[in-house]
Nanobody, 124 residues
Framework: QVQLVESGGGLVQAGDSLRLSCAAS????????MGWFRQAPGKEREFLAA???????YYEDSVKGRFTISKDNGKSTVDLQMDTLKPEDTAVYYC??????????????????WGQGTPVTVSS
């Protein structure tokens, strides 16, 4: 049974940093693509970043330069380092597992498993 568990969310001030982590179990972690998404109230789930089997990373333009995705195959974890946070970054953050390729990893439907989400609130 695949299980993804996010952690690290919380309440921070604008300009602060936060590091999210996602622990995976029940999957061949090193052979899948892992992605981070977020969803604000009333909005669709938004792609942020993904990291492939090769450890190549891909970012949405809106977070490029502020967010960094990384993974540890030995621990089956994928992290999202978020710097210079803004109030508009407030959302529930989710990690997902996918077998998709570059052309599909921005599409939430291409992910076969999701975590429960961790909330991030950025105050101004």
């Amino acid at each position: 049974q695949v299980q993804l568990v996010e952690s690290g969310g919380g309440l921070v001030q604008a300009g602060d940093s936060l590091r999210l982590s996602c622990a995976a179990s029940g999957i061949a972690f090193s052979s899948v693509t892992m992605g981070w998404f977020r969803q604000a109230p009333g909005k669709e789930r938004e792609f942020l970043a993904a990291i492939f089997r090769s450890s190549r990373a891909y970012y949405e333009d809106s977070v490029k330069g502020r967010f960094t995705i990384s993974k540890d195959n030995g621990k089956s974890t994928v992290d999202l380092q978020m710097d210079t946070l803004k109030p508009e970054d407030t959302a529930v953050y989710y990690c997902g597992a996918s077998r998709g390729v570059l052309s599909s990893i921005r599409n939430p439907s291409m992910y076969f498993s999701w975590g429960q989400g961790t909330p991030v609130t950025v105050s101004s």
